[in-house]
């Protein structure tokens, strides 16, 4: 039989497991406080019996990943980390410090399949999905590390979070659990590439975190030359599932819209994207993108990146820039893993 990752189950989860090897089932919602706890070792869980720690010991594990480098920005305190998997995968998370608290930026695969052109952690394409676990322990290792709790998650480090769609959500009923790290479902952020038929999965459940969508082009021609998803689902479906998201869950729908000099970043995008949007209940995160080696992707001008902000808001649309974090330890997404790759 092969063993179960604890960290990766909800309390209901564990409880199955437990009726299942003929014990009780109360005891599921101990071992999940304990394990929520950072608590790896059965032999520290002193409320369970001796036999059913050495029968726990037998039939589970816990995920425990292990911190292979930590970077701390000085400029705002902003800590990169690269994690080692038990399979000697390697994963990144950050955590930045923001004046309400710790967020934390997870990943959700190792890798990634969506081939964004501007982004490093595809670049060696998806290797394997993350379990729930091991998601959660990016957490639970992360606050370990800095003494402090972390209130607010972002999945949006390497992976496509609705491309490994069963983890994900559980992973997010895993954390949002008072038992666990009761983080509310409004301090949770789901980032996607705009899977369309997950989206409106994610809506049907109705579980109310606030969903980024990365749109960086406000038509398809356009979109199609650094989004691969593009050719797959066009802005109209993806606008559309969005709409059905708010709808479902009455949440506000976040756009990410990455500048890349030259290529997206003018007056004439900046309205296109104001009509595409006019009138949702959404906002625009603008990302001024960051320089990946290997990539020609450039910067954009602070004027010009004013100017597309103005725009949007002068249809009515809230539109802000995103601070960058990290700029001197290569926050960005997969550029740190991307570097420890090429070093082996
Ligand atoms: S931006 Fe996100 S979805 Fe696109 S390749 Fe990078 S990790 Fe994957």
Redo the contacts with the bound molecule.
């Keep these: 039989m092969r063993k179960k990752d604890l960290l990766s189950l909800t309390p209901m989860d564990i409880e199955e497991f437990l009726a299942g090897m003929g014990e009780k089932r109360f005891r599921g919602k101990q071992i999940f406080q304990w394990i929520n706890k950072g608590i790896k070792d059965f032999d520290k869980m002193t409320n369970l019996s001796k036999p059913l720690r050495e029968k726990l010991k037998d039939y589970a594990y816990i995920t425990n990943i292990e911190i292979k480098e930590k970077l701390v920005s000085n400029i705002d305190g902003t800590t990169k980390y690269l994690f080692l998997l038990d399979d000697y995968n390697i994963i990144e998370g950050v955590v930045m410090k923001y004046h309400h608290g710790l967020t934390a930026c997870i990943s959700t695969q190792v890798g990634?399949?969506?081939?964004?052109t501007?982004?490093a952690?595809?670049l060696k394409g998806l290797v394997r999905n993350l379990r729930a676990g091991e998601m959660a322990d990016q957490i639970l290792t992360m606050q370990k590390d800095m003494g402090e709790r972390i209130s607010n998650i972002v999945l949006?480090?390497?992976?496509?979070p609705l491309n490994n769609f069963h983890e994900t959500i559980k992973f997010i009923k895993i954390i949002n659990d008072e038992d666990g790290l009761n983080i509310g479902n409004r301090h949770i952020t789901l980032?996607?590439?705009g899977l369309v038929p997950q989206i409106k999965a994610l809506a049907d459940l109705q579980i109310p975190i606030n969903l980024a969508v990365?749109l960086h082009a406000p038509n398809d021609a356009l979109r199609k030359q650094t989004?691969p998803i593009a050719k797959k689902y066009s802005i109209k479906e993806l606008i559309e599932s969005c709409k059905y998201y708010i709808d479902r869950t009455n949440r506000r729908v976040s756009f990410e819209y990455a500048l890349i000099r030259g290529i997206n970043d003018d007056e004439a995008h900046a309205r296109e994207l104001s009509d595409l949007l006019k009138g949702m209940l959404c906002y625009v995160n603008l990302i001024p993108v960051n320089t990946v080696e290997g990539k020609e992707y450039k910067k954009p001008n602070i004027g010009d990146t004013g100017k597309f902000q103005q725009i949007l808001r002068g249809s009515g649309i809230e539109a802000t820039i995103r601070r960058e974090m990290g700029a001197d330890i290569n926050a960005a997404?997969?550029q740190l893993r991307r570097k420890y790759l090429q070093k082996q």
């Design positions: 990634c399949a969506m081939g964004c501007f982004c952690s595809t949006m480090g390497s992976g496509e980032s996607t590439s990365s989004m997404c997969g």
